[in-house]
């Protein structure tokens, strides 16, 4: 059972939705900021949600996310690539945002075992603007799409990112 990404779907199951990638498209990620969805196959590490937005369902582990968590996008703290307690000194983003794009949050293992600094961090599969703006280089999809397939996932869930059409 598998999550397929391409430039435009996220297909699982028998269930497709319109997406959004980077905005350089998918391919080889190369660096930290370089826009790219990265290619490959990964497993799915947790899902974070918004508690007061969202009610999910899910067989995969749920972290809640609280005002105080960010995720470091800074290859020079030593928790880049992970979740951290805000404040920090370091680069890295808010997970508790006014706009909805982090009401869920499937993390994905991408740069996570070993994590390579400055290989690029934060790859999730989140929700989307409204009209499917690109990304930094997650996947983006509505948000009744995500709770339709965070219902399905199971702990073998992988999630096969594509740069054909």
């Known amino acids: 059972m598998h999550i397929l990404?391409?430039?435009?779907?996220?297909?699982?199951?028998?269930?497709?939705?319109?997406?959004?990638?980077?905005?350089?498209?998918?391919?080889?990620?190369?660096k930290e900021g370089d826009l790219i969805t990265?290619?490959?196959?990964?497993?799915?590490?947790?899902?974070?949600y918004r508690?007061?937005?969202?009610?999910?369902?899910?067989?995969?582990?749920?972290?809640?996310?609280?005002?105080?968590?960010?995720?470091?996008?800074?290859?020079?703290?030593?928790?880049?690539?992970?979740?951290?307690?805000?404040?920090?000194?370091?680069?890295?983003?808010?997970?508790?945002?006014?706009?909805?794009?982090y009401d869920i949050i499937i993390v994905l293992n991408y740069n996570m075992d070993p994590i390579v600094k400055n290989k690029g961090s934060a790859i999730f599969?989140?929700?989307a603007k409204k009209n499917y703006k690109k990304t930094e280089g997650c996947i983006a999809v509505k948000k009744a799409h995500l709770l339709k397939i965070a219902k399905d996932l199971k702990k073998k869930t992988m999630v096969l990112i594509e740069s054909r059409k």
């Open 5 to 30: 990404i391409n430039k435009k779907y996220l297909t699982f199951n028998n269930y497709k939705a319109k997406c959004s990638v980077g905005k350089r498209g998918i391919g080889l990620k190369r």
């Open 38 to 48: 990265p290619k490959g196959k990964y497993k799915i590490k947790y899902i974070m």
């Open 51 to 101: 508690k007061d937005r969202v009610k999910i369902q899910s067989k995969i582990k749920k972290i809640i996310i609280k005002k105080e968590m960010g995720w470091c996008d800074d290859s020079n703290s030593r928790h880049y690539n992970k979740i951290i307690k805000l404040p920090s000194s370091y680069k890295h983003e808010k997970l508790y945002k006014k706009e909805n794009i």
């Open 125 to 127: 599969i989140h929700v």
